[in-house]
């Protein structure tokens, strides 16, 4: 299958501060990623969906000025969470389309778990 | 009403048995169908997709998929430790990119 990875895989930061968390595609090339968020015992809610070379499509009630996504190139998105207080702390998941295929699938990395302090 | 409806769990099963897993959706536009695993602490892993009608297995897996009661199901045969973890259903709508999370049945098999 294909492989996602994500940098770093926590990260503790302090309230005010900015995060920067990556998501490669390492065996394939990427041209749409997801970015989701997990806080715990609940399921994934997609933040946003992130397109090479073009803006990100926020989803309702996600701020598009404290979430900012960068889709650079065919196998890197980021995503900064700007000014992180400690209600943002949680489990932050990247997903890559895979290209190629008539059927698509979505491969996850194995996530970040920010900590805000 | 939510969008893709699992029951929470936990499930038990002992170890060799059948784990049934359920998943019903709302949205009659949702064309693929996908199960995820996901260990405490980890991201979801891929086990399965399902498009059409009916059983789709793949090793101790099968997906069965019935779009007129919208629901999908998955069993796991043979059910072992190792397969306690949460199971993610998801669905996706013809042509779109969005994926739609329930939010997971916790399997526990028991020794």
């Known amino acids: 299958g294909a492989v996602v990875s994500q940098h770093p895989s926590w990260v503790i930061c302090k309230s005010g501060t900015s995060v920067k968390i990556e998501c490669r595609s390492l065996?394939?090339?990427?041209?749409?990623m997801f970015w989701y968020r997990q806080f715990p015992k609940q399921s994934l809610m997609l933040m946003a969906t992130s397109n090479e070379g073009s803006k990100a499509t926020y989803e309702q009630g996600v701020e598009k000025d404290k979430f900012l996504i960068n889709h650079a190139s065919l196998t890197l998105s980021t995503l900064t969470v700007t000014s992180a207080h400690p209600e943002d702390s949680s489990f932050y998941i990247c997903s890559a389309k895979v290209r190629d295929r008539l059927m698509w699938e979505q491969y996850f990395g194995p996530g970040t778990r920010l900590t805000v302090t | 009403q939510k969008e893709v409806e699992q029951n929470s769990g936990p499930l038990s099963v002992p170890e060799g048995a059948i784990a049934s897993l359920n998943c019903t959706y709302s949205d009659r536009g949702s064309q693929s169908f996908f199960w995820y695993r996901q260990y405490s602490g980890k991201s979801p892993e891929l086990i399965m997709f399902?498009?059409?009608?009916g059983d789709k297995e793949d090793g101790r897996f099968t997906a069965q998929l019935n779009k007129a009661s919208q629901y999908v199901s998955l069993l796991i045969r043979d059910s072992q430790p190792s397969d306690s973890a949460t199971y993610l259903c998801a669905v996706k709508r013809g042509g779109g990119n969005k994926l739609t999370f329930g939010t997971g049945t916790q399997l526990k098999v028991e020794l």
């Open positions: 399902i498009y059409s009608n």
């Open positions: 065996d394939f090339q990427a041209t749409t």
